[in-house]
């Protein structure tokens, strides 16, 4: 597999905006989730968002402390994802990492993080109150 590129991040007071993304060069079947998790150090790593390829990103879910600010958009042509995270808060700061796993449909995204087999080398994101 190809790995994963993000790109974005980066340092922002609270109630800015930043966005990431996530390319999956390798993804020649353009069937798959595309997930957003992110990690503290001491802390278990969370699922933020996710998406299917083949679904609206109306039907993506997110975590429940990031819906209303944070929004999965899907550029097809460039195989890649962007996580638009608006009013930043303190507690968002975090290593953000996408991963991918194959799938036929997006129940199957909802899975546990041990299912989704790429993954990128993380962005740092970093709110300042």
């Known amino acids: 597999q190809e790995p994963l590129m993000e790109s974005g991040g980066g340092a922002v007071q609270a109630g800015g905006s930043l966005r990431i993304s996530c390319t999956d060069s390798g993804n020649t079947y353009f069937d798959e989730c595309i997930a957003w998790f992110r990690q503290v150090p001491g802390k278990e790593r969370e699922r933020v968002a996710h998406i299917h390829t083949h679904y609206r990103t109306v039907s993506a879910y997110y975590l429940d402390s990031v819906k209303g600010r944070f929004t999965l958009s899907r550029d097809d042509a460039a195989n890649t994802v962007h996580l638009q995270m608006s009013d930043l808060k303190p507690e968002d700061t975090a290593m953000y990492y996408c991963?991918?796993?194959?799938?036929?449909?997006?129940?199957?995204?909802?899975?546990?993080?041990?299912?989704?087999?790429?993954w990128g080398q993380g962005t740092q994101v970093t709110v300042s109150s």
């Open positions: 991963a991918t796993r194959a799938a036929t449909s997006i129940t199957q995204c909802h899975t546990a993080e041990s299912r989704y087999t790429n």
